[in-house]
């Protein structure tokens, strides 16, 4: 995935960089990592791919992120 795919998939589901942390279990220095240019690991880009189409939903994620934390 490159940047300009996740900058899609954010202005598309009105995603900020707050909601990828908590969708993601990502700091925010990850997501403006990924927002300068650099890597996007692809099981990220798979969940992003997945939520941008559909199949995954908002508090599903931050609800599994959550859960995966503990």
Do not use: C
């Amino acid at each position: 995935m490159t940047t300009d795919q996740l900058t899609a998939i954010m202005e598309r589901n009105s995603l900020t960089v707050p909601h990828l942390e908590t969708l993601l279990g990502v700091s925010r220095r990850t997501v403006f990592y990924w927002l300068a240019g650099n890597p996007i690991p692809q099981p990220v880009a798979m969940v992003l791919m997945a939520f941008d189409e559909g199949h995954l939903t908002e508090n599903w994620l931050a609800e599994t992120i959550a859960s995966l934390a503990k």
